[in-house]
Structures are given as structure tokens and as C-alpha cells.
């Protein structure tokens, strides 16, 4: 019998965020080992825990191919955070992320790859908006212009000298990837600008035009909130380590509801005539509802319940989780108004009180582990 002959030595890992992608992976792997031949690369498909079958079909894949991996993450999502455990997963020298929905093309992979190999650059991004490129198959005019819009903010507000910092689609070393993986906020979808707004000293960057394409299958989890994602995550560079961002995001929620709050009330107080508690306690419900809905569209965003019914079930949940908020919150605030506390600083004081309370158990029993 003639010598097998010998296997490639791992060059690069691609990894792969999922969520609810099942059919995407199998075209989406056969296209790059179409580009990248049958040895000396992997895929880790690192999934959270999607309903649509993701993860099981990521294991039959590996079961059919060595060089595919799966990683089925529980009670935690994000695609930052999963592609900070994609970068930990391999020994590859040299990493790959690029989404799974088949609007990056793999074909691009080893011209990054002879980039970084020859040391021309520390980070190889693939750009929608670098001369040579194209958004014309993307067919979501809108989510374009947000795009451009955070484009713009990233640009103004860090400095990144790049057409598309927010680009999903880049390359670099693993062992500067695992080295800035500490330093990371793994919040939200912008992993790459948070890469670059970490290194110290800047990364040499190169970029090279994508023809950015439609999804082939599925849903975008991305939406207008997109800019807000990116917000997030400035701030969690900036101050996320004296309050957590995730909390920072509750507060700037539960402020718009204070407004709402203090609208209710003054409402019901000053036209309809109502005695305070009863009113304090309309108004409570009412910015409980609208908190509900806006964290459900922002805070969580990587975590939304969607649905009529999950949506009803969530808000009972949110309801019930703060009723022991709601409860000091109100007996605080009547409490300190019937002593001669004007009516205004009572209600934010039985606000304050109730607002770390809700936060803990709401994150904890309606939206899940951080």
C-alpha cells in the first residue's frame, strides 16, 4: 500500500457566529473549501444555541469533516463574545471571521491570507466601501445608510482611518487576536472596531473591496439599533469597567421611562384630580411597559424575544420580576411625599430605589445569564 499522502499543517481558521443558520452552513462550507482546497484550514461554527436546528447541523457537518468544529454556547449570545471564543478555540496561526449568510465572499480569503503572510499588514478587512467594491446585490438601501451613518460616527469618534470599520468580514494573527482578547468588551456586533479601538499600538490595516451580496437564506439580526450597538460599545471602552454597560444601557431606558413616569403622573395628579398613590402607581405600570418594550428593542437586542405570545409571556415576566420593585418604589415615594417631600423628588426617589432591583432579576429571569 502506497503512503497517505501528508496533510497540509493548519493554516487558518475561519469562524463562523451563528444564530439561526442551519441552512446556510453546508453551501456556505462547501464554498470554501472550493476556494481553499481540502487541507489546511478549519471552520468553527460557534452557535447560540438557535432553535432552528443550527447546532446540530454544525456537529453533522463536523462528524462528516475534520476540519469543522461546533461550539453550541447556553445562556449567553452575542456575536462579539462568540467570535472572542472562536479566536480561543484554534491553534491556527492565522484567523478569519465572516458571517455565515453567505453575504461574504470566501473568495476573498486567500488574497487576506498572502496580506497577512507577508507581513504587509496586522489586520486584513474586507470593505463594502473601498473603491472596487460593491453593495449593489445587498438589496437593503436603509440598512446601507445606517451603515454609512456608523461608518461616519466610528470614523469621528475614534479616529479609525477606514471606509467600513463596522465590516463583519476581516482577518489577522491569532496569537494578536488572543492577546486583545482580554482587553475586549464582547459587547454587541462591532467586533472589529473594538479590535482596533484596543490595540495599542494601532494595527497596520489593509482593506480590500467586497462585493457585498444578499443573504441566501434566513433572517438579518441587525436593525436600526445597529448605531445604538455601536454606542454601546464605545462607552463599554470607555467606562464599562466602573459600570457595567448592559446596566448603563438599563439606566439610559429607565430615564426615558422616568419622563414617561412623571408624564403619567403629573396626568393623572394635576388633570384628573387623582389622590398620589393611585397615581404612582398607574404611572409605575405605564413606564414598566414602555421599559419593557425599549430593552426588549435595545438592551437586549442579542437576546430579543420576539413573538406574540413569548412577547406577552416576557412583559408578564417583567411585570412580575419588578413587582418587588414596584412595591418599595411606590411605598418610598408615598411614603416620603406624605412627609412633605415635594411630589416630583418623592416619585425619583421611589425610582431609585426600585431600579437595581429590577435590573438584577429582569436580566437574570426574563432576558437570561449575561
Known amino acids: 500500500a502506497s503512503e497517505a499522502e501528508p496533510m497540509l499543517p493548519l493554516a ?133 445608510k445606517l451603515s454609512g451613518l456608523a461608518n461616519r460616527a466610528a470614523r469621528r469618534l475614534t479616529g479609525v482611518a477606514l471606509s467600513d470599520p463596522m465590516s463583519g468580514y476581516f482577518m489577522l494573527e491569532t496569537a494578536r487576536a488572543r492577546a486583545l482578547a482580554p482587553r475586549l468588551s464582547g459587547v454587541g456586533f462591532k467586533i472589529l472596531l473594538d479590535l482596533l479601538a484596543s490595540a495599542e499600538p494601532p494595527l497596520r490595516v489593509r482593506e480590500i473591496p467586497l462585493a457585498f451580496a444578499a443573504r441566501r437564506a434566513g433572517e438579518s439580526k441587525l436593525d436600526r439599533g445597529v448605531l445604538f450597538d455601536f454606542l454601546a460599545g464605545l462607552y463599554d471602552k470607555l467606562f464599562g469597567r466602573v459600570i457595567p454597560t448592559r446596566f448603563a444601557l438599563f439606566g439610559t431606558v429607565g430615564a426615558l421611562g422616568v419622563l414617561v413616569h412623571m408624564a403619567v403622573l403629573a396626568a393623572l395628579l394635576l388633570v384628573a384630580g387623582e389622590r398620589f398613590a393611585l397615581a404612582q402607581s398607574a404611572a409605575v405600570l405605564v413606564a414598566m411597559s414602555f421599559n419593557f418594550w425599549l430593552n426588549n428593542w435595545l438592551t437586549y437586542r442579542d437576546q430579543r424575544i420576539t413573538g406574540t405570545g413569548p412577547l406577552l409571556r416576557g412583559w408578564a415576566g417583567f411585570v412580575a420580576t419588578c413587582a418587588v420593585g414596584a412595591f418599595a418604589n411606590v411605598a418610598v415615594a408615598t411614603l416620603l411625599e406624605g412627609r412633605g417631600l415635594f411630589w416630583a423628588l418623592a416619585a425619583l426617589a421611589g425610582i431609585l430605589v426600585g431600579s437595581v432591583w429590577n435590573y438584577a432579576l429582569s436580566s437574570r429571569f426574563v432576558w437570561g445569564r449575561y
Open 12 to 144: 487558518l481558521a475561519v469562524v463562523l457566529p451563528t444564530f439561526n443558520e442551519a441552512g446556510n452552513l453546508s453551501p456556505l462550507i462547501a464554498r470554501i473549501a472550493g476556494v481553499l482546497g481540502e487541507e489546511g484550514w478549519e471552520v468553527i461554527i460557534v452557535d447560540d444555541d438557535s432553535r432552528d436546528g443550527t447546532a446540530e447541523e454544525a456537529r453533522a457537518l463536523a462528524a462528516a469533516a475534520r476540519r469543522v468544529r461546533a461550539i453550541q454556547r447556553i445562556g449567553r449570545r452575542g456575536l462579539s463574545s462568540a467570535v472572542i471564543e472562536g479566536f480561543c478555540a484554534t491553534a491556527a496561526p492565522y484567523v478569519a471571521v465572516m458571517d455565515a449568510d453567505h453575504q461574504h465572499d470566501p473568495a476573498l480569503l486567500p488574497a487576506m491570507l498572502a496580506v497577512l503572510e507577508a507581513g504587509e499588514a496586522d489586520i486584513c478587512v474586507a470593505s463594502r466601501f473601498v473603491a472596487g467594491a460593491s453593495t449593489a446585490q445587498w438589496g437593503e438601501p436603509q440598512r446601507e
